[in-house]
């Protein structure tokens, strides 16, 4: 079935970097744009990165730009985000998301079930 | 940024009544590439809405999306038991993208 797991989230020292990364499988991963967002307990949702589906173009949510890098494998059918420069705000269950782009950007149908970071001394 | 304007922050209803739900933009969105999004606690959100008005697969006909521009309504035409849950407006015509921040329909 279509499927996004999602790796890597762990605790954290301020000021240090993590990865995570995406798994998909159950559809075609190189005809979605994905995105990674991201929920702070008890908050709402925010957007944090997008990237295309032929990795050419990205977006960034400007509070991350500069410290987190999306990038993804089509070969591997993988979404990675490099975090960098952690800060305690940034403690949040961090989901990767993408929808179908053909001629039409249709909405974020798929979603991870989430990783959890927790960015503490 | 665009940022969008969930109201209202919460709307309490009983089974069965209408529930309309509104997000304002700051902007006009490009292509009204509007989303609306359900979520529950402790799951990822799913999506209902897309392009302002194209209801995603699977998703009951009770859920319904309008408006264009600056201006966009989610309606719940009857509202069902797992209804109850939060409400994410979502645009993502413009980069960067933005979420609105949830209306939350709880039980009267």
């Known amino acids: 079935q279509v499927q996004l797991v999602e790796s890597g989230g762990g605790l954290v020292k301020p000021g240090g970097s993590l990865r995570l990364s995406c798994s998909a499988s159950?559809?075609?991963?190189?005809?979605?744009?994905m995105t990674w967002v991201r929920q702070a307990p008890g908050k709402g949702l925010e957007f944090l990165a997008y990237?295309?589906?032929?990795?050419?173009?990205?977006y960034y949510a400007d509070f991350v730009k500069g410290r987190f890098t999306i990038s993804r494998d089509n070969l591997k059918d993988s979404l990675y985000l490099d975090m960098n420069g952690l800060r305690v705000e940034d403690t949040a269950v961090y989901y990767c998301a993408g929808g179908r782009y053909y001629y039409y950007r249709y909405g974020m149908d798929v979603w991870g079930q989430g990783t959890t970071v927790t960015v503490s001394s | 940024e665009i940022v969008l304007t969930q109201s209202p922050g919460t709307m309490s209803l009983s089974p069965g009544e209408r529930a309309t739900l509104s997000c304002r933009a700051s902007?006009?969105?490009?292509?009204?590439?509007l989303g609306w999004f359900q979520q529950k606690r402790g799951r990822a959100p799913r999506l209902l809405v897309y392009?302002?008005?194209r209801r995603a697969t699977g998703i009951p006909d009770r859920f319904s999306g309008s408006g264009s521009g600056t201006d966009f309504t989610l309606t719940i035409s009857r509202l069902e038991p797992e209804d109850f849950a939060v409400y994410y407006c979502?645009?993502?015509?413009?980069?960067?993208?933005?979420f609105g921040q949830g209306t939350k329909v709880e039980i009267k």
């Open positions: 979502q645009q993502y015509g413009n980069s960067p993208w933005t």
């Open positions: 392009g302002a008005s």
């Open positions: 902007q006009s969105i490009d292509n009204n590439y």
């Open positions: 159950g559809f075609t991963f190189p005809d979605f744009y």
């Open positions: 990237i295309d589906t032929s990795t050419q173009t990205t």
